[in-house]
């Protein structure tokens, strides 16, 4: 049972005294598979070595090469000097880097990884009024967070969490890492 169907069944009296005494926890239950992320806009590709201080479980820490997608009325916003709108969804399409017999990662003529299997998706997604029952110091706007693996079900290995608190550091840029890139792609 997810976390906004407990809230849902819930009787007002019993729902305002356990949402005091209950810390909300992020969940990322209500984040689907995005389907149409390939019709989406790519707006980056990273190479992302290890990286010795990660603090995501379940996502694997070796050497990726990984796309951006965002959806297209993201990038329009952006076009018009307007803040990303709800609905926009960020979808991080995560690949092993294929190795060398050594182990090291093997690069294009352009010094990038190259790409290798397919590891799962990172995504974010931006709704009106999401969030609003995080605590202050969690809360990330109107974000929320999911990990899908490569067969797009839901990595529950992943302790979400650790996106929060991570982008949270990045409230000035809409709590994205990206951000410039993004207004990159758009023409900003």
Known sequence: MSRRTVIASLPAGTLAVWMIATPVIASGDIIA????????????????PVNPNQTVVGVDNIPQFREYYVTPSAIEALRRNEPLPSGTVIV????????????APLKDAAGHFIKGDLIGFGVMEKRAGWGAEYAPE???????????????????????????????????????????????????
């Open 33 to 48: 598979f995005p389907e149409l992320w390939s019709s989406s806009v790519r707006y980056m590709t990273l190479d992302r």
């Open 92 to 103: 991080n399409v995560m690949y092993k880097a294929r190795l060398d017999a050594q182990g």
């Open 138 to 188: 969690l809360r990330n706007g109107e974000w929320e967070y999911q990990v899908f693996g490569a067969d797009q079900k839901v990595n529950d290995k992943v302790k979400l969490v650790t996106c929060f608190q991570c982008h949270k550091s990045r409230a000035s840029q809409d709590f994205l890492f990206t951000f410039d890139r993004l207004k990159a792609a758009a023409g900003q």
